[in-house]
């Protein structure tokens, strides 16, 4: 079936210290979306990349597509504590609109 | 900023016994969702719903579970008789569009005794 994997699990940084996940598709993506969780909380949209090879940025954060549109990543400059969380990549496959999740990235910045 | 919104926050039920989870999708989007997260595990998709019927579903959801629109602003879930395994988080979401962000409530915990 198909798949998005996400590594690592879990990230623990000092704060300033920089953060990467990968997310990877056993199948092309029509898009992929990436979302954050705090603890106890429900998954907060972040971004959403459609286009072959895109990058995107949001202040620190910095998203992008693979020009297969299988693999994104998601990159954290200078982390602060504000990022703790789990990040979650959700890709669309072209057969529907059903977000197919990655297992997550808990990001823990100590200060 | 519009919200999705969910209610209860956190339900207690009796195993075997039905259970309506509630949702109010943000008003002029066009495609509801519902999903579930198990502690400590990814969120897993459940079901679409669009024009009035599903679009498409999950493995998970079988013949216990079941969407209904059955006025202009909620949509709710129903699982018919709940079993252990039920016990999760579970979100509601909605686009605009099919192929565009999907935005969730703060879930509702489920619990079954």
């Known amino acids: 079936g198909q798949q998005v994997m996400q590594i690592p699990q879990y990230q623990h940084v000092q704060e300033g210290e920089d953060f990467t996940t990968y997310c990877n598709s056993s199948?092309?993506?029509?898009?992929i979306q990436w979302y954050k969780q705090r603890p106890g909380g429900h998954p907060v949209f972040l971004i959403q990349?459609?286009?072959?090879?895109e990058v995107k940025k949001q202040k620190r954060l910095t998203f992008q597509f693979g020009e297969a549109k299988k693999n994104s990543s998601l990159h954290i400059t200078a982390t602060q504590t504000t990022d703790v969380g789990t990040y979650f990549c959700?890709?669309?496959?072209?057969?529907?609109?059903?977000?197919?999740f990655g297992k997550g990235t808990s990001l823990l910045v100590t200060p | 900023e519009p919200e999705v919104t969910q209610t209860p926050s956190h339900q207690v039920t009796q195993m075997g016994q039905e259970v309506i989870l509630r949702c109010v999708p943000i008003?002029?989007?066009?495609?509801f969702y519902w999903y579930r997260q198990i502690l400590g595990q990814k969120v897993e998709f459940l079901v679409s719903?669009?024009?009035?019927?599903?679009?498409?579903k999950s493995e998970i959801f079988d013949d216990q579970f079941s969407v209904e629109r059955p006025d202009g602003s909620n949509f709710t879930l129903k699982i018919r008789s709940t079993k252990l395994e039920d016990s999760a988080m579970y979100f509601c979401a909605s686009s605009l569009a099919g192929y565009q962000p999907q935005h969730f409530g703060d879930g509702t915990r489920l619990s079954i005794l």
């Open positions: 990349l459609v286009k072959s090879g």
């Open positions: 199948t092309t993506l029509s898009n």
């Open positions: 959700a890709g669309l496959h072209n057969s529907g609109y059903a977000l197919n």
């Open positions: 008003s002029n989007h066009l495609y």
């Open positions: 719903f669009y024009n009035n019927e599903i679009s498409e």
